[in-house]
């Protein structure tokens, strides 16, 4: 009975889709996070006459032939890259990235991690860096009597003080892109791993070479749609329960052809 295997894969599907829809809505109110789908195809097929086989002695080829799908499986949860709406939050240290690219953070093991999450702080030793405490690359420390701070779209950061005119450069942050940001990593933190499949990162200014440029004072939202994630919820839902009714069918009809008397 094909159909008990079948309709299992089935379920099993539907419910890797709500597990991916419950991400999203558990993150709609995360900063930079992407809205997540999950993508099936069908599973092999049993070849019961294949199309184009030779039928009977005259030579007739058959049209069609009989293939018996064995279900579904699933093949990637991908991220669908979008642009989130920016939230004027009006922090010094609070940064959007307008266009594509990721701030590069250095992570306590030397290895460098992404993330479109520019909620950025000061640590004690006046460094910038993530609410998780990673150092923003490159490196900059703020001076202990910076009495404010300025970012241009170009990355570049200035200190103003109370006893001068004019703001100290202090350095410039960079965005890193990918020829395949899809295959990035997720490591939770909002942080992301280069992987062979993203490519190696290309760091460059911001606004030059298609990197996307800086506005300080905004966080970019989440892209998640959460109309469009409970009408999901729902077909999937619907999808499950369908699947499960093919089950109590074919269950009634192996009770069926065992009572055969």
Known sequence: MRAL??????????????????????????????????????????????????????????????????????????????????SNTGGDLDFAIEGAGYFEVSLPSGQSAYTRDGGLKRSADGEIVTSDGHQVVPGITIPDDARSLSVNAQGEIYAYFTDRVEPEFLGQFTVANFSNSKGLEAIGGNLFLETNASGPAFVNTPGLDG????????????????????????????????????ITAADQMLSATAQIR
């Open 5 to 86: 295997k079948i309709a299992a894969t089935g379920m099993s599907a539907q419910q890797m889709r709500v597990e991916t829809i419950s991400q999203n809505l558990a993150n709609m109110n995360t900063t930079g996070y992407n809205a997540r789908r999950a993508e099936f195809a069908d599973l092999h097929y049993q070849q019961m006459a294949q199309p184009g086989t030779i039928s009977s002695a005259n030579g007739s080829v058959l049209p069609t032939g009989i293939q018996l799908g064995l279900g579904v499986r699933p093949t990637s949860v991908s991220v669908q890259l979008a642009q989130g709406s920016l």
């Open 211 to 246: 990197a996307g440029t800086l506005r300080q004072g905004y966080l970019e939202d989440s892209t998640v749609d959460a109309v469009r994630e409970v009408t999901e919820l729902i077909e999937a839902q619907r999808g499950y329960e369908l699947n499960a009714k093919v």
